[in-house]
Structure formats: structure tokens, C-alpha cells
């Protein structure tokens, strides 16, 4: 019996063991990939910049070795532009490859990326486009290209720019739920979903000036890059030209010719003068940011800080509705705090993508934003949208930049509670009794909603957050509170209109932001480095249920469409702050 059990125990150490070994050597195995990963690649001279425009386009990367190893290409602002930079600057890359494809962008973050395509022309190197079905975001890039190929059964998607608003009040009333908005601004439209069930006149106002604002940007950049004039590009919109025998395009200049998939390798050989026998050495996003960058071979350093998604106080966990980016106030308060102490760091640009969020957290950023600018220049670079909170915490900076289609101002706050009371006891049949040492002592309890007395309490919080979002926009931009005051009620504009009303003092992009923040640190040599750092590739692999909630996300938005915002709203409101500095939905161009 000794023996069998010293066999058994062997056994078990055995297999522990050679376990222990077998996690070693493939953490080894990974530790080589992601080295490898990082490695600086060299590029062969003829080569070609594929951009793959696919899928939504994020602000900032925060991809991974796990993405190379599953072939994953993700499409970010921050890397396309630094890879098209790049790209201009080698000698080795003789020309872009724009592959076409189901795309949907920021107009703000295409009129940043459309500028760098122009600069890479005039460098006097081609651009090349393609594809079997191009958006309106991806043709307005593809429209400044030497020559634009699509499929022989491809299509254009040229419809115009607009948005349909989903209404829920009547939804919310039927299970005995309604929501009780306490607001300030009559501008302030964020609310109007779930209290009404139609646009107010204000919205409407500003929506149609900022989608008209899009729209003209895209048709004028269109008909001086393809001389089709503005009305035509207009009529080929009213009548849904993608409908048509897709030949037609060539004949409205949409297009230069035709190809298969399989034939536009030809095209680009005979650009780039090689062989059809010859391999086109392809260059991707992910492969152009380990190419060496002589721009950062500067002295001092300035640092780009990405700030995207909604402003929360901590990290709202996922829900089934996923995970989308989040700016967590705890976290850039503690981020900004570090560049301050960073003796390296001689500017901050915060390149800023929100419609806003929680008010107080806009608050601790606002204030962590004036005490970093004590110490080093601040400059705000706003991409598709600095609104609300997205403007809050910009308006204290040494300098705003922005994108003319950026959308910004909306300076205004509210309070959205649900009212379930007839759900709860009339619909469900539950019964509440309290229990109280004052009359407010159970305000917040389930069975109760708000008296008149108290939403008069909750009007007074919210008329305080407003002035004091007044105030900072007076100190930080030098206006009077009623300069303030006629600009604010919530009312959204554009940049190219906010710049006339003092709200904004540059327009362009990241690129212009960075340069202003070099001058106002007085270095001429200097380098750029991203912050925050992407994700540790370790808590990528342990934090699995992040990749199942997006697949989830991905299934929920094909099945319920227009119905997944709102309910995606709902759910987030269970976690949200009380009182919040958001602006209206806002516009991708697709």
C-alpha cells in the first residue's frame, strides 16, 4: 500500500510540476510575442500605407499584442493620424492604399484626418481609394484621392446628413414609469426623450444647425476635390443614387473606374512600377507605429492626454449593454496630478471627445486642470464633440483649439429621476409604510417620490451647479456672467460659431494644439508622448468578460437598432450621478 500511494504522490507532483513548467514557458512565449510586438520596424523602399477604414473609429488606441495575434485592426484617430504623418515623412512610403468599407467616424475626427491625407499629397505622393461600398464618412475622405475605384456592383451610400430621436415617455408610461427632469436652460435638450415625444423648438434649432454645418462641410470639401458641384451632389443625395446601376458614378464623376477585388492589385503595381508577378510590400496602421519618427527626436517633452466617452465619477461597471469609454474623474484627477509633478513634461495638450456627464466630476476636473496649468502650459485640443462637461472641463485651459465641426458650448445641467410609484403600487399591487425622525428622512426611498417641497430643494441644487459652471466659463474665458448667461441655457454650437462667441480661440486640430502648447512652453524642439498608457497587456488576458460584453454589445445594437440608445440610457442611469452636464445626442457621419 506504501508503494501505491508513493506512486500516486510521485504521479501528482509529476503533473504539478510539469504544469508549473508548461505556464512558464508559455508566459515566456507571450513576454517574446509582446516583445517582439514592440520591436521597431524597418520599411522596405516602395512600400504602400494600407488604411483599412472598417468598423467606428475610437479617439485614442488601446489595442495589444492579442490584437496582431487575431489579425484585429484597430481603427483609432491617434494611430491613423501619426500613421499618415509618419508615412509623409519616409522616404520608403510612395504612396496610401485607402480600402473602403463600412465606416463611421466624428466629422471633426475626418476633417483632422482628411487635412494630414491633403499635406500627404503635397508632399507629391499619391493616394489610391477603393472599395465595394463606401459611407459618406469614408468617400469624404476618399474624395481628395488621385483616383477613386469601387466595384462593379459596389455603391455609394450618398444620402445626406441626419438623426432620428427615439421618444420613450409613452414606452415608460405603460409599466407606470415616468421621469421627473429638473433642469436648467432651455437649450438643455439631453432630457427630452423620456419627457416628451417630440423636439422642442430650441432643439431643433440647434440640431439643424450643426447638421446643416456637417453637410455643408462634406459637399463643399467633395465638389472642389471632384468638381461636382454642390447642387448635383445635392440632387444625387434627394434620389439615393446607391440605388442606381452603380456605372452611373463614373458618369457623375463620383468614380474614376471599376475593378474587382482581385484586379486593384494590378492598379496599385502599376502605380508603385513593379511587376504583376511582384508582392506589394503593404504597410498597416498597427506596423506604421513602430516606424521611427524623427519628430521625436526633440528635447522636451509635450504630453497628449485622451479624454473620451462620458464623465462619470468612478468606473460605472458593465452592463449588458457594455462597456463604452469612460473619462473617470478619480482617475484624471490623479493622472493630471502626476503631470504636474512630471519635471519632463513642459505642456499638456487634453485632447477632449465628450458630451459631458456627471457635474461634480466635471468640477474635480476643472479644478485639477487650473492646478496643473499653475505649473505648465495647458492647451485643449476638442475633437467631434467638447460639450457640457466635455466643455467644463476645458474652459479653464491656457488656450482651446477646435475643430470647426467640433460640437461644444451646451453650458447648462440637470437632474433626471424616475418615478415608479405607480408601477410599484398599481401595477405590482407592493405596499410602503415609513418610518421618519423628519419629514425628508425617506426622500430616496422606493416606495417615495419627490413632494413639490423637495423637488424645490432639488431646483436649488441644480440652479447652484449652473452658476457655478457660469462662473468658471466667466473666469476661464474672460466674460461677464451675463455675456455667460446669453450664450448658455444649454444651447449647443458649432466651433466655427463658437470661435465668434469667445467660447473657443483657435480653430484647428491635434496638430495645431500641440504646436500652441510648444509655444507657449517656448521649446521649438520637442517631442509628443501619449497619455494615459493603454491597458497592461496582462490585465488584458485575465480580464476576460470585457471581450464577452463587447460581443454581447455588438448583438444588441444589430437587434434592437434605433430602441439601443435609449435603453442603453436607462441603464445607465441607475449609476449615474444626480446631477448631470450632458449634452443632446450627437451625430456620426457614416
Known sequence: MKEFFKYVAATIVGIISCGIIMGILGLVSIIGMVSS???????????????????EMSEQSNSSFLNDLQDIEEISFEKTLKAIHKAQNNENIKGIYLEAGSFSADLAQLQE??????DFKKSGKWIISYGEIYTQGTYYLASLSDKIYINPSGTIDWHGVGGELTYVKDLLAKVGVRMVPVKVGKYKSAVEMFTQDKMSAENREQTER????????????VSNSRKISVDSLNAYADRLIATEDPQNLQKYKMVDGFYYTDDIKNVIKEQLKIEKEDAIKQVSI????????????????????YAFGDIVDSEIPSSIFGSDHQIIGKDLVKDFQDLAEDEDVKAVVIRINSGGGSAYASEQIWHQVMELKKVKPVVVSMSGAAASGGYYMSCGANWIVADPMTITGSIGIFGLFPDASDLMTNKLGLKYDEVKTNRNSVMYADGHFFTPEQLGYLQAEINRGYMLFKKRVSDGR??????VEALAQGHVYLAEDAIKLKLVDQLGGLDDAIAKAAQLAKTKSYYTENYPAPTDWMDKILNSTDNKNSY???QLKATLGEYYKPMALMSKIKNMDRIQAMSPVMVTIK
Not at 510586438?37 to 468598423?55: A, F, H, I, R
Open 210 to 221: 450643426y447638421i446643416n454645418g456637417y453637410w455643408k462641410e462634406i459637399t463643399t470639401a
Open 113 to 118: 484626418l482628411r487635412k494630414a491625407l491633403a
Open 37 to 55: 510586438s514592440q520591436k521597431q520596424t524597418t520599411l522596405s523602399d516602395n512600400s504602400v500605407l494600407v488604411l483599412k477604414l472598417e468598423g
Open 286 to 305: 498597427s506596423e506604421m507605429a513602430n516606424v521611427e519618427d524623427k519628430s521625436d527626436d526633440g528635447d522636451d517633452k509635450i504630453a497628449v492626454y
Open 552 to 554: 454581447l454589445d455588438t
Open 478 to 483: 474672460h466674460l461677464t456672467m451675463a455675456q
